[in-house]
């Protein structure tokens, strides 16, 4: 979490990290691994 955080203040600045994290958290539960079902 803690380098997630990280990465969202360098990566995406403008964007609160809480909102990118939740994005985050929704979309892929965190695993960088994840493939949507589109």
């Given at each position: 979490l803690?380098?997630?955080?990280?990465?969202?203040r360098v990566c995406a600045g403008t964007v609160a990290p809480e909102t990118l994290l939740s994005v985050v958290k929704?979309?892929?539960?965190?695993?960088?691994?994840?493939?949507?079902?589109?």
């Amino acid at each position: 979490l803690a380098v997630a955080l990280q990465l969202a203040r360098v990566c995406a600045g403008t964007v609160a990290p809480e909102t990118l994290l939740s994005v985050v958290k929704t979309e892929s539960g965190f695993n960088p691994l994840a493939i949507g079902d589109c």
